[in-house]
């Protein structure tokens, strides 16, 4: 299982219209869209998770193609690794 992280959607684009489009290559298990949490429109990415079989072709046909009037940009997800910042103990001020 591996995700794939799909970039430069339209405000308009719907889970529905990702899900279809990533279909075509496969069973799709998720589709993650980042959406605005006023108006419910697409924030620009979103992430799709396919079997591992299936993501390397959805990634080369999928990379530079268009989706309504955006070129979408699809890369691997990855990773990040976030670390926590120590801070400085209380030293009974408030």
């Known amino acids: 299982m ?20 990533f279909s075509e290559f496969g069973a799709v298990r998720s589709v993650d869209l980042a959406t605005d949490v006023m108006t419910g429109q697409c924030r620009g990415f979103g992430f799709v ?7 390397g072709a959805a990634l080369f046909k999928l990379n530079g193609r268009r989706l309504g009037d955006r070129i979408l940009q699809v890369t691997y997800e990855q990773k990040r690794n976030y670390q926590l910042i120590p801070t400085r103990p209380n030293k009974g001020y408030p």
Do not use: A, P
Not at 2 to 21: G, I, Y
Not at 49 to 55: G, N, V
């Open 49 to 55: 998770d396919l079997d591992e079989q299936q993501t």
């Open 2 to 21: 591996t995700k794939m992280m799909v970039q430069n959607l339209s405000s308009l684009t719907t889970v529905e219209s990702l899900n279809s489009l």
